[in-house]
């Protein structure tokens, strides 16, 4: 019969918003991070995960923006679960000689097991994923950052905040990290506070998606104000790569430090969150980019956990 003919492809799992995945995937991601993350205790960067779940699978990883954390997790997330990884970017692919996207990706889908994309437009990792036959992951556009987020979710979790009714306060400027926070808190039922100077706020497609979600969502300019009894303070660099009109925007954000005052104003059990790299004395002050209350190494390293968890839901292994 003609059905019968029929070309039934399975379904692509991408993973370009967290929303892509889902809250109780998320979930599911953490559980299988904190778990794989314990067995690998006294074993080398290196060495692959007792069952090697992606062994012989490679991931292409397409990198437009500069990155430390996202290549290295990335390529170590792989190692450890039994697969490998390459890199190109734009000087010394095809793709920064006007090569497209779409051609790009059906290629790539035909020599590579998944794609990691790394760039400056959202735009461009949709059209990627449109074309592709293999999993699609955000390593970070100027919308969203998804992978930095299960990492920082799954920091919080390890440093005993539930996350249902955490209060996250956010200071800074409206980025793309924040947009995945509230998307996150959309997803995992927890608050947001968002300090911003006038004209920084995060796009407000993410705040409503987090009150339609049932999470409190307040926008303030008001730094102290959002930081009294949070759970989570969270910043980002004030400038990312390429922006225009730095020192205006700089002296605008001068009130949303996170420094020792701020801090006092959260739990005395608060901790806090910055994706690096930091511009320690800008966003954030030596006191507590160094203090006690910073888990900033603990959030970078769990990249690496965060990314295999992914990497296992691309493939079908997960949730």
């Known amino acids: 019969m003609a059905d ?3 070309d039934l492809a399975p379904v692509v799992r991408n993973f370009l918003d967290l929303s892509d995945a889902g809250g109780e995937t998320i979930a599911s991601m953490i559980d299988d991070a904190i778990v794989r993350k314990a067995a690998r205790r006294g074993l080398p960067k290196g060495a ?7 062994a012989g699978h490679v991931l292409a990883m397409v990198f437009e923006k500069s990155s430390t954390r996202t290549r290295v997790s990335f390529d170590i997330a792989m190692r450890q679960l039994g697969g490998s990884a390459l890199i190109l970017d ?19 889908s035909r020599m590579a097991d998944a794609i990691m994309v ?4 959202h735009t ?5 994923a449109a074309h592709a036959h293999v999993p699609v992951i955000n390593g970070l556009t100027d919308r969203s950052h998804p992978c930095q987020i299960v990492a920082d979710l799954l920091t919080m979790i390890e440093h005993r905040k539930a996350l249902p009714g955490l209060e996250v306060a956010w200071f800074g400027d409206g980025n793309n990290v924040l947009h995945s926070v509230l998307e996150a808190a959309a997803l995992m039922k927890f608050n947001v506070r ?19 979600a049932g999470s409190t969502v307040r926008l303030t300019h008001d730094a102290a104000a959002a930081a009294k009894d949070a759970d989570v303070i969270v910043t980002d660099t004030w400038v990312s790569m390429g922006q225009e009109h730095a020192d205006e925007k700089l002296a605008a954000m001068q009130p949303y430090r996170v420094d020792a005052a701020l801090m006092a104003h959260a739990k005395p059990d608060a901790i806090f969150l910055h994706c690096l790299p930091a511009h320690v004395g800008d966003e954030v002050s030596s006191d507590v980019f160094e203090g006690p209350q910073s888990v900033v190494f603990d959030e970078a390293e769990n990249r690496i956990h965060a990314q295999k968890s992914i990497l296992l839901w691309c493939f079908g292994k997960l949730g």
């Open 4 to 6: 019968d003919a029929l």
């Open 48 to 54: 692959p995960d007792s069952d090697k779940p992606l």
């Open 90 to 108: 734009a000087s010394t692919s095809q793709l920064g000689r006007g090569e497209s996207i779409a051609d790009t990706a059906r290629v790539l």
């Open 118 to 121: 790394r760039t400056d437009d």
């Open 124 to 128: 461009k990792i949709e059209e990627m």
């Open 194 to 212: 968002v300090a911003t100077p006038k004209g920084y706020a995060p796009d407000a497609e993410f705040v409503r998606m987090a009150r339609a």
